[in-house]
């Protein structure tokens, strides 16, 4: 069965003299770019010299006492040599505004990784990751309800709910994002976003199955008090305020405040009492985040950062607004089957039963670097604590009762933390190592609702209980130059993960994830590699009746073919790949008709559908004709195929009792 063949091309001009200046874009940060691109420019050449000479004369790095312009750099403001995604696991020189304009080119790097900087995103209109994806190819955004669903090649995340992960796993500064509501934020005084396609096994703590997106806030700084501040209004009512200041106390310790807040109308008109106050996707945030780095020496600094976010409005409804269609009898027929004439259009409904939504999200992190002279150390503890509630008009129409629903939404509390530990040797000239222990353990009290004469409570037939998920980790990577030209890069993961559901039952998986890679490079600028990897999503438990009681992991093997060079004098960045992935009992979510009294007519269970292999080609290309002007364009081809598909067959919702596990679509 075919599932999906998508092309996708981007396109962004950017034209920095003429954007609109902002308090934090000022002359001296204008002066200071230049200084640094100037420098990164003569380092290039520096490097790109060095290594033409030795070749011409057949030396080898063995034999050369003077050190190479690269190596003599902290790796942390080398352009050529840092890693933008692995920098973070080394000692951080810690700035307080982010000096980065465009996208950086990182050819050492054997994988695809998009760095976007803080002007990217600003010229972007990048306020959240709903629209990352025109900035990045092979990326793609889905939302229901609020909640995010992305999507990388070939893989999507479909179910949200507590007990499962994200298929494409979100970071902020370097801790797993848990709850994909929580990806829905909006950003906050950001230095950068990295995203890494493919399976990561060594980057994070926690791994990421299909890829990862990582945000990378700004820290706090020593260079002195500043800020900024922003005002933006829009419609529909729209107003949106972020600001930062950035303040050092004494020579080893300074602070860094940032908060957004946010108030905007709803867009989804609401007929039913003829005024804005109950119209959908209304939204009122306040957010904020403060940072304390203290640095008592060089080679020792600890940050403490802590985010608390509030929100509320009336939303759209766990799964959507409107309803596309239903089962009746045995047949789908679309559109609303409860009241055919309560939609007048995606922006124009008619309900009667209030929707709301609640979320409180609060974000606690310890940061520890030291730099013990062979190597750097790195404690990362994070505790999160979680609230939502959303409360929506089940039958989609104003045909209900208005203050009265058997099944009105749900209500969650989360907490947990995690605990990382990585020790990463210093950039050497042909040896590079990194291990890492991981451990993290999150429950979750979940519970469906209905609404009595206003009052809303947990129905008899849900069940009282936690979700609960522990992970338990070791990691390690060696990377190793030959020459000037070739190396290697390996790297395995033992991964163990169990699961209990809130009625009880439960189950655990391990497994030895891998990756490899070859690369060669042309020269400083330009460097070519093959890959390969694993990933790996834990399996589950369900709770429904007459369904195998346990999903099993889904299993991925990728295959990567990359070119990432620098072409004239540095104008020019292109980032190619050509990529196959391999999926194996593919995690598939179904339904069951359930035919018990007082139970809902339907509930959901996942089992493994299957196998599904995927390819595709992915291009950045970047382009500044002169300093004030760049140019970028994206390109992504997907193309998606089931071998065999043998999840239950959606069509059976309407064959009381239920579904046969194993039909075949």
């Not at 039958?395 to 209500?411: H, I, M, Q, V």
Request: net charge negative.
């Amino acid at each position: 069965m075919k599932c999906r063949n998508l092309l996708t091309v981007g396109f962004v001009l950017l034209a920095l003299t003429f954007s609109p200046a902002t308090v934090a874009d000022s002359e001296r940060e204008k002066e200071l770019e230049a200084k640094v691109q100037e420098l990164e420019k003569k380092l290039d050449d520096a490097n790109q010299t060095i290594a033409e000479l030795q070749q011409k004369m057949g030396e080898s790095p063995e034999t050369t006492e003077e050190p190479q312009l690269a190596d003599s750099a902290p790796a942390e403001a080398d352009p050529v040599e840092a890693d933008p995604v692995e920098s973070e696991t080394h000692a951080r020189q810690p700035t307080g505004t982010a000096l980065r304009v465009s996208r950086q080119n990182d050819t050492t790097t054997p994988a695809s990784v998009s760095n976007v900087g803080w002007k990217d995103l600003m010229l972007g209109g990048v306020e959240d990751v709903s629209r990352l994806q025109h900035l990045v190819p092979g990326l793609r955004f889905g939302q229901t309800g609020n909640d995010v669903r992305l999507g990388m090649r070939g893989a999507r995340s479909n179910s949200i709910g507590p007990e499962t992960s994200n298929v494409v796993a979100m970071y902020e500064d370097g801790v797993y994002t848990a709850t994909s509501t929580e990806g829905m934020w909006s950003y906050m005084d950001v230095e950068r976003i990295d995203v890494l396609r493919g399976p990561q096994i060594t980057t994070f703590g926690q791994h990421a199955y299909a890829g990862a997106v990582s945000v990378v806030s700004n820290k706090p700084s020593f260079d002195g008090f500043g800020g900024y501040a922003e005002m933006e209004n829009g419609l529909p009512d729209k107003t949106r305020w972020r600001l930062a200041l950035n303040a050092p106390a004494t020579d080893t310790l300074a602070f860094r405040v940032a908060g957004i807040s946010e108030s905007r109308s709803g867009w989804v008109d609401n007929a039913h009492i003829g005024s804005d106050a109950d119209d959908l996707k209304d939204r009122k945030v306040q957010s904020i985040r403060v940072s304390m780095l203290w640095q008592p020496r060089d080679d020792f600094n600890l940050l403490f950062w802590s985010r608390y976010h509030d929100e509320n409005g009336t939303g759209s409804g766990p799964w959507g607004y409107q309803q596309v269609g239903a089962y009746v009898d045995g047949e789908y027929l679309p559109g609303n089957q409860f009241s055919p004439d309560s939609d007048g259009s995606p922006w124009t409904v008619i309900r009667n039963f209030v929707s709301t939504t609640t979320y409180e999200n609060w974000v606690n992190t310890l940061d520890l670097d030291w730099d013990m002279g062979f190597a750097d150390l790195r404690w990362l503890f994070n505790f999160t604590s979680f609230h939502g509630k959303q409360l929506y008009d089940n039958d989609y129409s104003d045909k209900g009762l208005p203050r009265t629903s058997a099944f009105s939404g749900w209500e969650t509390d989360q907490t947990g933390w995690s605990n990382e530990l990585r020790m990463t040797s210093h950039p050497g000239k042909h040896f590079n190592w990194l291990v890492g222990l991981y451990l993290s353990d999150r429950n979750a009290e979940w519970g469906w609702q209905e609404t009595i004469r206003g009052v809303t409570s947990q129905p008899g037939w849900d069940v009282n209980g936690k979700y609960s998920t522990d992970t338990q980790a070791v990691f390690g990577q060696v990377s190793y130059d030959f020459n000037d030209h070739w190396g290697v890069t390996g790297g395995l993961r033992w991964n163990d993960q169990g699961k209990k559901l809130r009625t009880g039952e439960k189950d655990s998986w391990d497994d030895l994830l891998w990756k490899a890679a070859l690369q060669y490079s042309f020269s400083a600028r330009s460097m070519t590699y093959f890959s390969a990897s694993s990933g790996y999503r834990a399996g589950g438990v369900n709770s429904a009746p007459g369904v195998n009681p346990t999903w099993e992991p889904e299993k991925l093997t990728a295959w990567e073919l990359g070119l990432k060079t620098t072409l004239a004098d540095g104008d020019v960045q292109m980032n190619l790949a050509a990529w196959y992935n391999d999926f194996k009992d593919v995690q598939s979510q179904s339904f069951l008709v359930m035919p018990y009294p007082g139970s809902p007519e339907a509930t959901e269970y996942t089992g493994n559908g299957g196998s599904m292999d995927a390819k595709g080609f992915e291009a950045e290309i970047q382009w500044s004709p002169m300093r004030q002007w760049q140019i970028a364009t994206q390109l992504a081809y997907t193309n998606a195929e089931f071998g065999n598909y043998t999840a239950a067959n959606l069509a059976g919702l309407g064959e009381i009792p239920g579904h046969t596990q194993g039909d075949t679509l």
